[in-house]
């Protein structure tokens, strides 16, 4: 099983920027599908968005598109979530989350939680002033 962890959340102001990374120290990534969701206090959880290879597309919520960016570094065996013009409503706990089977890309369902096997534990972003 691919274990994942997530790194580089923290406290910022409205309208600033914050780069979550995850990683995997046993497993290549490179192959596999890479999902970023969210959960905010008392809320469900939210997609955010998806990275495969590079023949597969890239998917982002709505309410992140045009603020939220993900990339990989397949040096590194880390993916990216940069996060800029953040919003209070930005506030929740970030996770990623392996598909090996590339079922996302297969279904266009990138935000189905249940399509993903393993997920880290999640890190902490605030958004507040």
């Known amino acids: 099983q691919v274990q994942l962890v997530e790194s580089g959340g923290g406290l910022v102001q409205p309208g600033g920027s914050l780069r979550l990374s995850c990683t995997s120290s046993?497993?290549?990534?490179?192959?596999?599908?890479i999902g970023w969701f969210r959960q905010a206090p008392g809320k469900g959880r939210e997609g955010v968005s998806c990275?495969?290879?590079?023949?597969?597309?890239?998917y982002y919520g709505e309410s992140v598109k045009g603020r939220f960016t993900t990339s990989r570094d397949v040096a590194k065996n880390t993916v990216y979530l940069q996060m800029n013009s953040l919003k209070p409503e930005d506030t929740g706990v970030y996770y990623c989350?392996?598909?090996?089977?590339?079922?996302?890309?297969?279904?266009?369902?990138?935000?189905?939680?249940?399509?993903?096997?393993?997920w880290g534990p999640g890190t902490q972003v605030t958004v507040s002033s």
């Open positions: 046993g497993s290549s990534l490179v192959n596999y599908a």
């Open positions: 990275i495969g290879r590079n023949i597969d597309p890239t």
């Open positions: 989350a392996v598909d090996t089977t590339l079922r996302v890309f297969a279904t266009t369902r990138w935000d189905l939680g249940s399509y993903y096997e393993s």
